[in-house]
């Protein structure tokens, strides 16, 4: 049986995001039982996140220029499991810093190419992009499920061997993904760069997103550590990082026709408010399993929803030859600059205040993404519904 290129795109999904599912939920008690503080764990996680600034804007540059997503994706994936490697050699801050560094900015090469590779694939479908990306989300939560009952009966120190094993999978799959064929009166019809960057509700979309990505810092760099220090073990951890993707794999098979119901500005919009809950229970009452259970499937929300709907906006705004560039944007801002600066405060208020301060924090980040866009779609009137 052949086959498709939607298998391939969904495999090497699975395998990027379970790179993702063993890396960034354990990352921070591997570091912390290294002997790092709050404080480094959150200055590592942001160096990792940093390099989203300026890496997928290269990338992009260089995707766009020669016309092809595919052979930088690939690449990247190279690039990044041979610098991972450097966390094999040695475990000192600057040692570790420098290597985090280079890995990201490899790895940052993939997912914006790998986005603007599967939106053209998926042509006039590009709607149903949430059922091929759902494989990530299994891919996620197969890692974090796993790891979290070896970790319990293994060292943490075995992670960095782990994470590179993934890696290698990454590059594996990635070789069996076809480049589309471009639409050239698509490309040739694109606007300017500067045109498109110019609109308040594009301005609006990125500052939403930038807000959306920072809330999210304090949770990748200390949900685990924070729910430790509330009594649980690491096996427990594991299963709740893992029921938040699962409710997320849930809402991508429902989020083509949400979209075409709702639009995506709503449904951003939706994502933020209800995010900025998630991060208010979380602060108040972490010791309480059954509230951690509905806090985790609101990450249906926070990301399932919001990233869905956030890709179709930048799939609109970006077109043609723009599209690598579009999704390096959105990278960098939200992800990586968003993120780096969530997880960088979140690290000195963990120190600084209290463990609870940090989501505190995010809740009031998430508030301001709100408030960005409620205004973006207000600028464009006209929710997108047709994507």
């Keep these: 049986m052949a086959v498709t290129q939607n298998a391939r795109l969904s495999a090497v999904y699975f395998f990027y995001f379970a790179s993702l599912g063993a890396f960034m939920p354990f990352w921070g008690p591997y570091l912390s039982e290294e002997g790092f503080s709050g404080a480094q764990i959150g200055e590592l996680m942001a160096i990792v996140l940093a390099t ?30 041979v610098a991972f490697t450097g966390v094999l050699l040695y475990t000192g801050y600057w040692w570790l810093a420098v290597v985090m560094a280079a890995y990201s900015f490899f790895w940052n090469a993939i997912l914006p190419q790998f986005e603007a590779t599967t939106m053209r694939s998926l042509g006039r479908d590009a709607h149903r992009y949430a059922l091929v990306r759902l494989w990530g989300s299994v891919g996620f939560i197969v890692a974090v499920a796993v790891l979290g ?30 480049e589309p064929a471009r639409n050239l009166d698509e490309d040739n019809n694109a606007p300017p760069l500067l045109t498109v960057l110019r609109r ?73 408010v209800l995010t900025t809950l998630r991060w208010g229970l979380l602060a108040a009452v972490p010791d309480s399993l059954p509230m951690l259970l509905f806090i985790q499937i609101l990450h249906a929300a926070s990301y399932g929803v919001y990233h869905a709907a956030a890709i179709s906006l930048i799939h609109y705004f970006f077109p043609g030859r723009l599209q690598g560039r579009g999704q390096a944007l959105y ?13 960088l405060v979140a690290g000195y208020l963990w120190d600084g ?35």
């Excluded at 260089?62 to 690939?74: F, K, Q, V, Y």
């Excluded at 319990?152 to 590179?164: G, N």
């Excluded at 809740?363 to 866009?373: E, P, Q």
Aim: aromatic residues 16%; contains cysteine.
């Design 149 to 178: 009952w070896a970790f319990d009966r293994i060292a943490v120190a075995w992670l960095p061997w782990i994470v590179l094993a993934v890696l290698i999978a990454v590059v594996a799959a990635s070789q069996f993904v076809r």
């Design 200 to 272: 308040p509700e594009v301005i609006a979309l990125f500052v939403a997103c930038f807000f959306m990505q920072a809330s999210h810092g304090p949770y990748y760099a200390f949900f685990t550590l924070y729910l430790e220090q509330a009594g649980y073990s690491r096996s427990v951890a594991g299963q709740l990082w893992a029921l938040g993707v699962a409710a997320e794999v849930v809402l991508f098979l429902l989020m083509p026709r949400l979209i075409l119901r709702f639009g995506a500005w709503l449904l951003v919009s939706a994502a933020l």
């Design 52 to 81: 989203k600034i300026i890496a997928p804007n290269v990338w992009g540059w260089l995707a766009d220029r020669a016309g092809a997503h595919m052979p930088i994706a690939r690449w990247g994936a190279l690039g990044g499991a």
């Design 331 to 343: 990278s960098s801002l939200a992800f990586g600059l968003g993120g780096a600066s969530g997880s």
């Design 353 to 387: 205040i209290s463990p609870a301060s940090v989501y505190v924090f995010a809740a009031f980040l998430a508030a301001a993404g709100v408030v960005a866009s409620v205004y973006g779609e207000w600028r464009f009137r006209t929710p997108v519904r047709t994507l």
